[in-house]
């Protein structure tokens, strides 16, 4: 099945599904101490910034989880990771490590809010590490978690927010 280079736009066949980018495009990232095979840093979609409106000193409001974790940031967001090519994959094994904790605090009440921040601490170091491998290449995604790392942690309420908001951006991301 035939496809366009994400790079150049020229037609190529991405023999077996593994290749990314056409062969033109894969010797010069090659050449040029590239990835050999993803797309590079300069591909389209990869300055983008992370929209103010995407990021809260707080998940709630007027007592309610804020409606925009739910719908317009979540979509946002999700738009902005799909173009940077950031795979529903490599979102959800991020997630899986957040999201058991957000359930264990919900049923159990042994469970400490000190494990579930662990966790997020976790989460954080892993996004990091995937980031400096290439395995997402996202610089949005990596500013996104920094930037609502102090407000995760803050309180079990805004941990659960954090979770729903990574749940809504899931949902709107191309599978």
């Not at 940031?73 to 957040?98: D, P, W």
């Amino acid at each position: 099945m035939w496809q366009n280079c994400p790079e150049c736009g020229k037609s190529f066949d991405p023999k077996g599904g593994r290749h990314k980018v056409c062969d033109n495009c894969y010797q010069k990232q090659k050449n040029q101490g590239g990835t050999g095979g993803r797309p590079s840093q300069s591909g389209k979609g990869h300055n983008a910034q992370l929209p103010s409106e995407c990021v809260f000193d707080t998940f709630y409001q007027d007592g309610e989880l804020r409606r925009e974790i739910f719908v317009e940031a979540a979509e946002k967001m999700a738009g902005i990771l799909s173009r940077q090519r950031m795979t529903a994959t490599s979102f959800r094994n991020l997630f899986k490590i957040v999201k058991p904790a957000a359930n264990r605090l919900k049923a159990e009440p042994d469970f400490d809010f000190g494990s579930a921040k662990t966790k997020v601490y976790e989460f954080y170091r892993q996004v990091q590490y995937m980031r400096k491998r290439d395995v997402i290449s996202s610089d949005v995604f990596v500013e996104f978690v920094q930037k609502h790392l102090d407000v995760m942690t803050a309180n079990q309420d805004e941990f659960f927010g954090f979770v729903e908001y990574l749940t809504s951006i899931m949902a709107y991301m191309k599978q």
